[in-house]
Structure formats: structure tokens, C-alpha cells
């Protein structure tokens, strides 16, 4: 099960839910996860859009994921009363034939759970990350399975799979939902939100992780929370929180998407293979598309506007203070490179140029996707992205320039995200 979380849909319509879901079934998606707090008055229009919508385009799935850490605690019988509403709707995604429900955080509720799954019938995979791993023992009875929310590295370094397998550790055989994410920043001090985790390959790498791991779920974090700039999907103005346009717009996230059939089918395929005895484990996965599946030379690539230390860093840190992380300066957790993913059918060369700079070459060596970054190294301008075989260029990509012209003397810590 692939799904993508969904949060910022209080003004979103039919039409527009339906873009959305069909734009996701094209990333071969399987379902969104709707994000619902309890102060929102709109919470049932939403959802009944939102079910409506999945319906009339079929073969898409939704569930339910509890907001408890926005608003606060949901009441039970609330709770137990919108499960029933919606568990046996078409689009309602089954996990072994029961509705599949979720949170994000609400630990401190746990005592609840029982009699709402009871009431319900539900199967219940809560985020609750604040327990870690070695707190799940005291809830191990009231869940069927955990989603950690511990999708970006802490610091400057690359995110690992300790924690993952810590969680699936803990889980002893229950289903572990695994977190995808591609980047973090926010900076909304009305929330007491200003601070990055480091993206940068972050992308690339944790699917390749999620390929080897084999969990049971994946959840994409997320679909369009532009406050946390961790949004893949299209970009609506009607959501973005206030204060977050100008480091939002002008940001399109939708090309990466691009890859992730790519991705998701190497994850589906892998673990058919692990079920079926083809494939031992621990063996090493191939990341190129394998024939019969048609592909062509593409480039997806993505790079902050602002170089770390052209303006103000507007109070933003490295790491999130709030949870007690070390604070670094975020250019040092946020690097000054252009990442670049490219997907070719032949071995080929990529050449990656900051504005007047030199090409820098790099070499596709394996036809399927290749992963690299490219330093700013001072240099600004637009960024020209070409896939070169034969002397001839196969396929070329454009981006925006690098500039020390800063929004409002701001720097600005989003990615932007192009494609060929």
C-alpha cells in the first residue's frame, strides 16, 4: 500500500480533488491518508467530497488519520462515529479487510483506542513517533501496526534506516507504515515554526531504503502541506498558510513525482519477488526499469534559488530547537548544490551548467535512474541540465537562476523542483 497524506482541503473542490487523485494514480499512488484535526468545522463536507470524488474516478483508496496534535484531543465517541460513517464507503481502503485508521500523534489518548476499535472494527496503525520505539511495549496491545513520523535526517548528515528498523523491531510482526519524504522547511512564527531538516538526495536515497526495507506501507509526506515546503502536489494559494507564500510560490514541487512509478514499481516488484522465493532479502536491488516497462530519457532536478549565505536567514535554524535538536546555521544542513536525477536508456553523460560556469560531466554509466549533485560553487545563473550520448544532447532541462537577489532579503530554504 502506497499512500500520500493529505491535510490542506478546506477550500479545495470537486474538480480540484479530482485532479489531484488522478494526477496521483499517475504517480501510481494507491490512496491518500486525510489528515482531519477536531476544531475544523468543515471536517465533514471535506470528507464527503474528498469520498465522492475517489468514487467517481475508482480504483483509488482513502482512510482516516486523527490530528490529535493540532486542536487537541479527539472526543471518542466523535471519533467512533466518523469511522462509521466512512469504513464502509467504496473508497475506503481495506487492510485485510478491515477500514484502516491512523493519527498523528495522540499517545496520551491511547486509553481510547480499545473501545474505538471495538466500536469500530478497525485496524489501527497510529503515528505515535513521540513514544519511540522502546515506548511502544506499553501500547503494544491497543495497535495493529505504527507509522513513524521520523522522515528527515537530524543535522548534516544523510538519513539512515536505524530508526526504521527499531520501529519494526519493536512491532514484533505487526505491519510497520514507513515515512517518504523529499524535503523540510517552515517558517511560520505565528506557529512557533521556523527550521529545516536537511532534504537535498533525501528523495532519491530514502526510496532506494524503502526498496531494501520491504515495509508493509509507505506513507509520502506529504501531498501539499506548503507550510512545511513537503508538498508534491499542485499548488492551490487557497491553502497555503499565511506568512508562507513568498518562500511557496514560485516553488513547484510537481516534478518529483516524475520518478516515483519508477520507485514504487521497484518496491512492488522486489517484494514480489522476496514472497515469491526469487529473491533472497538480502540481496542487492537493481534500480533500473526492467523491459517490458517503456521509459525514455528524462531529467528531474531540484535546487534552493538562494545560495546559504546571499541574505538573511529570517531566524531560521538547522534542526528544530522546540524538540530539543542542536541548533546548527542552516547552510550547513541545507547545501548549496543542484541535485539532479536522470533516467536514460542507454549509458550516456550528463552535463549540469550554472549559468556561464564550465559543464560539469558526469557519467550515466547503467541505463534506469541515476542519482548526483553538482555544487553551486559561487557560480549563479540559470541551470542548463542535458543528457549527452554520442556527442548529441539526448534530452535538456532548464531551471530558474541562482541568485543572491533574495525575496525581501530573505533566504529562501525551498527547493525548487523542474523536469524535462
Not at 95 to 110: P, R
Request: charged share 20%; hydrophobic share 40%.
Amino acid at each position: 500500500m502506497l499512500i500520500i497524506q493529505v491535510g490542506v482541503a478546506a477550500s479545495m473542490s470537486p474538480a480540484e480533488w479530482e485532479h489531484d487523485i488522478i494526477e496521483a494514480q499517475k504517480a501510481h499512488i494507491d490512496g491518500f491518508a486525510l489528515n482531519i484535526a477536531p476544531q475544523d468545522d468543515y471536517t465533514d463536507r471535506v470528507l464527503q467530497t474528498a469520498y465522492d470524488a475517489a468514487e467517481r474516478i475508482g480504483n483509488f483508496s482513502l482512510f482516516l488519520s486523527f490530528d490529535y496534535e493540532s486542536g487537541g484531543p479527539w472526543p471518542q465517541d466523535r471519533v467512533i462515529a466518523i469511522i462509521n460513517t466512512y469504513k464502509s464507503r467504496p473508497a475506503q481502503y481495506l487492510y485485510k479487510g478491515k477500514a484502516l485508521v491512523s493519527t498523528f500523534e495522540g499517545a496520551e489518548s491511547s486509553g481510547d483506542w480499545p473501545m474505538i476499535r471495538h466500536a469500530t472494527d478497525c485496524v489501527f496503525v497510529p503515528s505515535w513517533t513521540s513514544l519511540s520505539p522502546s515506548g511502544l511495549h506499553n501500547v503494544h496491545h491497543t495497535i495493529d501496526g505504527a507509522f513513524s513520523w521520523d522522515a528527515w535526517p537530524v543535522g548534516a548528515q544523510e538519513k539512515d534506516i536505524l530508526s526504521d528498523r527499531a520501529w519494526i523491531s519493536a512491532l514484533s510482526g505487526k505491519p510497520y507504515m514507513m515515512a517518504v519524504s523529499p524535503w523540510f522547511y517552515t517558517n511560520l512564527p505565528q506557529w512557533n515554526k521556523n527550521w529545516l531538516w536537511r532534504g537535498d538526495d533525501l528523495w532519491h536515497y530514502r526510496w532506494r531504503q524503502v526498496i531494501d526495507l520491504q515495509p508493509a506501507m509507505i506513507q509520502i509526506l506529504t501531498w501539499n502541506d506548503y507550510g512545511e515546503a513537503h508538498y508534491i502536489g499542485p499548488i492551490y494559494d487557497s491553502g497555503i498558510p499565511d506568512g508562507a507564500s513568498w518562500y511557496v510560490k514560485g516553488c513547484p514541487h510537481d516534478a518529483w513525482r516524475e520518478f516515483l512509478p519508477h520507485y514504487i514499481d521497484a518496491y512492488r516488484r522486489r517484494g514480489a519477488m522476496i514472497r515469491e522465493g526469487a529473491l533472497n532479502p538480502s540481496a542487492v536491488t537493481s534500480y533500473a526499469p526492467r523491459r517490458p516497462l517503456s521509459y525514455t530519457d528524462k531529467i528531474v532536478y531540484w535546487y534552493r534559488l538562494n545560495p546559504s549565505n546571499s541574505g538573511s536567514t529570517n531566524g531560521t535554524t538547522g534542526n528544530n530547537l522546540n524538540m530539543g535538536q542542536p541548533g546548527l546555521e542552516p547552510g550547513e544542513v541545507s547545501q548549496d548544490r543542484v541535485f539532479v536525477s536522470v533516467l536514460v536508456t542507454e549509458p550516456s553523460q550528463v552535463h549540469v551548467q550554472i549559468g556561464h560556469a564550465a559543464p560539469i560531466v558526469l557519467f550515466a554509466h547503467e541505463p534506469g535512474l541515476n542519482h548526483y549533485s553538482v555544487p553551486f560553487d559561487g557560480h549563479s545563473g540559470p541551470v542548463r541540465i542535458a543528457i549527452v550520448r554520442h556527442g548529441r544532447e539526448i534530452e535538456i532541462a532548464v531551471g530558474p537562476a541562482i541568485t543572491e537577489n533574495c525575496i525581501e532579503g530573505k533566504v529562501n530554504w525551498n527547493a525548487y523542483v523542474g523536469s524535462s
